[in-house]
């Protein structure tokens, strides 16, 4: 691919990151973004030339991003963004559906008055990223709104299940953050849990976390169905 694709921007600069870190982060946000599709090949050559790094970097951002499902190897072709899987969405959706209402409640039945604020900056956050059509925002503050779920009722086994699902998460939501009229219903829906855990209503929390996640769910499953008409 060519820089003018408006992958230019990936290139990495030098700060107190390691250059393996750099590369890393700048190629998950590409693919993340959608300036590489499910399915594209991942050249290393273009890709040195693209992040600024040796092809030693590459391999290693690569099978680094194997690890976290964002890349596969196909014989013959070699790396390619990982195609999308409506039965691995399915599951990741249960579980994250499961532990999200778990923590919606017990959020709800906490005395901890840092809580609300905490989710309400977060949703603030998203909402910010909507208006200025900043999904890399979007996702970076979705994923905050998440981490402060959990994490203010010590659910942190539960936020470390979750996190080792966050890449891919992240790269449904990259699909479904960009349907129409999801830029209202979703921070609506986040706002609901918000809403009940003001409340301290633990059974209208686990239900609202549980529809937002249904929702997500039946959005990302319908765009894998038009996929596989396509």
């Known amino acids: 691919m060519d ?14 990151k390691t250059l393996r870190e750099l590369a890393l982060g700048n190629l998950r946000k590409a693919i993340l973004d959608g ?3 499910p399915g594209d090949r991942l050249v290393e050559r273009e890709l ?25 190897v196909q014989l013959g072709k070699g790396p390619i963004v990982a195609p999308l899987d409506s039965d691995v969405a399915q599951q990741i959706y249960e579980v994250r559906g499961a532990l999200e209402a778990m923590a919606a409640r017990l959020c ?12 309400e900056a977060a949703l603030a956050g998203i909402r910010e ?3 200025g ?10 994923s905050e709104f998440y981490r402060v779920l959990f994490t203010k009722v010590n659910r942190h086994v539960a936020w470390d299940i979750v996190n080792m ?12 953050i960009r349907t129409d009229n999801r830029e209202v219903e979703g921070p609506a829906q986040m706002a609901a849990i918000i809403d009940a855990i003001r409340a301290r209503d633990g059974l209208r929390a686990y239900r609202v976390a549980t529809e937002h996640v249904a929702s997500a769910a039946e959005i990302a499953m319908q765009i894998f169905a038009d996929l596989k008409q396509s």
């Not at 709800?108 to 989710?119: G, H, K, N, Q």
């Not at 900043?134 to 970076?140: E, F, I, N, P, S």
């Open 165 to 176: 699902l966050t890449v891919r998460i992240n790269h449904l939501r990259s699909m479904t």
């Open 108 to 119: 709800a039945e906490s005395d901890d008055p840092t809580i609300v604020p905490a989710l």
């Open 35 to 37: 300036l590489f599709k």
């Open 48 to 72: 040195c030339e693209q992040l600024g790094v040796s092809r030693t970097i590459v391999r290693e951002v690569l099978r680094h991003l194997e690890s976290e499902g964002l890349v596969s």
């Open 129 to 131: 990223g909507y208006t």
């Open 133 to 142: 059509n900043d999904h890399g925002q979007v996702l970076a503050s979705t």
């Open 3 to 16: 820089d003018d694709t408006g992958l230019s921007g990936m290139k990495v600069e030098r700060p107190n």
